[in-house]
């Protein structure tokens, strides 16, 4: 009996899990990911015929560039899609609904980045300079996580992918330019902090203090636009 039941489970599960990648991989999400694929790439062969290739701080840049096009659009247009398809009724009827189908999805959605940019920092590090694999791509991910996870909390709030598309961009814009001012650029506040751009007038040790801080402040942030993502998503009427 156990054992049947257990089988019964996997298999809500496989299923579970089948039907959300369906999801992701639909609509728009391909051109993302072609995207993502074209510019990593194009700027790989620059970096490969350079004769500068021992630059990781501008890899990194790269590999966090890519890994946000991969997470833009599920992370986006995901509620509107289920609106458009209608099937966010159906998902709403479903007792714990935040736990048992959204989670799942964007749990899936930054498991296939996270395996795609491993994949990303692997060729590189065959191809231009040798690096900590798991390393850079974990270092890459925080960042990706915390403006993944924003842009799905503000999908709940504006409810449409357009416009939540609008506002991350602004605010991407924003922070790009933040961060070239003095106070915020080596800051633990900078969203895109380089761990492998040390600042010139600071010892290691600071550097390694402000990076830790910065990571933490970016896991803490992704934490509470989740949390706040899966509350919205508890008010059905808004969505209706």
């Avoid at 930054?110 to 795609?116: G, M, P, Q, R, S």
């Avoid at 909390?153 to 409810?159: F, I, N, Q």
């Amino acid at each position: 009996m156990k054992t049947r039941t257990l089988y019964n489970y996997f298999t809500l599960i496989k299923k579970m899990i089948l039907y959300n990648l369906r999801i992701i991989f639909a609509n728009k999400f391909i051109w993302f990911l072609a995207g993502s694929i074209i510019f990593y790439l194009g700027l790989s062969v620059i970096y490969v015929f350079s004769n500068n290739v021992s630059r990781m701080e501008d890899l990194y840049g790269v590999f966090t560039f890519s890994g946000i096009l991969l997470v833009f659009y599920p992370s986006v247009f995901g509620i509107q899609n289920d609106q458009d398809a209608r099937t966010i009724e159906i998902l709403f009827g479903i007792p714990n609904y935040r736990y048992k189908v959204w989670l799942v999805r964007i749990i899936l959605i930054f498991v296939i980045a996270y395996l795609i940019m491993l994949l990303f920092t692997f060729l590189s590090s065959v191809m231009i300079i040798k690096f900590q694999v798991f390393r850079m791509t974990t270092q890459v991910m925080i960042p990706v996580l915390f403006l993944g996870m924003m842009a799905f909390m503000l999908s709940t709030v504006v409810r449409n992918g357009n416009g939540t598309a609008v506002i991350m961009i602004i605010f991407g814009i924003l922070f790009m330019m933040m961060q070239n001012a003095d106070f915020l650029e080596k800051s633990q506040w900078n969203i895109f902090l380089n761990p492998f751009s040390p600042a010139y007038d600071v010892n290691e040790t600071t550097w390694a203090i402000i990076t830790v801080k910065n990571r933490i402040i970016l896991i803490t942030g992704t934490l509470i636009f989740l949390l706040v993502a899966l509350f919205n998503l508890q008010k059905r009427e808004k969505f209706m």
